[in-house]
């Protein structure tokens, strides 16, 4: 029976995950959680007590994510700045494709709406890549006058706010696309001997992308729409 129990609690988790990426928190009731699911209000509250248990879960297991990911890119022998790269990558991918993930990130900007204690993001990311950093640095690969624990939060804001253009303008369809531009830019300043084209041809051969975005890059509009320059999630339906 636990394993059973495991599995639907998996079920319903993911189907609440596609509500609340669709909908958000506020949009999504634990009937449509159930009609989504096929299972019964009294069945989804036997799993999570309560809609804010619900969502907690899918913040916990956005965070659950990550370490996993963080321990696929600590290879020995791969330069820091090229494993830093390539982590961002893979992130990427998982925001794009996961929707445990991106749910997990849109109740987390609703947060206030959500009566739960949920985790603290972003701070983990600074430490991992003020981490690689130093790494690199001492691989003599970082700039001179860079420090990393300042960079590693520019560069996670950039990366972080990169998302929430791309998911706003494009659902994140050319976020790859975007985060190569965004390296072309951030390289030329971290590395010692700027070469950001050649560190990006390793980093995109070695976990399966296409050099492409170069090329998508310039056939993206130059702007869409005359919206204004307000920050924070897209509005959706």
């Not at 990366?159 to 390289?187: N, P, Q």
Request: glycine fraction near 10%.
């Amino acid at each position: 029976m636990q394993g059973r129990a495991k599995t639907t609690r998996r079920f319903l988790l993911e189907a609440a995950a596609e509500l609340f990426d669709e909908r958000g928190y506020a949009g999504t009731s634990i009937s449509d959680i159930g009609a989504r699911s096929g299972r019964t209000s009294g069945s989804i509250y036997f799993h999570y007590a309560s809609k804010e248990k619900l969502a907690l879960a899918v913040v916990d297991e956005h965070f659950a994510t990550w370490p996993e990911m963080i321990g696929r890119h600590q290879a020995v022998g791969v330069p820091a700045l090229e494993r830093l790269v390539a982590l961002s990558f893979t992130v990427a991918r998982a925001f794009r494709d996961d929707v445990v993930v991106r749910a997990g990130a849109r109740l987390w900007m609703e947060r206030k709406a959500i009566d739960a204690a949920l985790p603290t993001p972003f701070v983990g990311w600074i430490e991992t890549v003020a981490g690689l950093l130093e790494e690199a640095r001492g691989e003599g690969a970082l700039a001179a006058g860079i420090a990393p624990d300042a960079a590693a939060h520019s560069i996670v804001c950039a990366f972080f706010g990169l998302h929430t253009v791309s998911d706003a303008l494009d659902g994140r369809r050319c976020i790859e696309e975007h985060l190569y531009g965004l390296w072309s830019l951030l390289l030329a300043a971290l590395q010692a001997e700027p070469d950001p084209a050649s560190l990006l041809a390793r980093v995109m051969a070695g976990t399966g992308s296409s050099d492409a975005g170069r090329t998508a890059l310039a056939a993206l509009p130059a702007r869409q729409g005359g919206g204004d320059f307000g920050g924070g999630e897209p509005e959706r339906s």
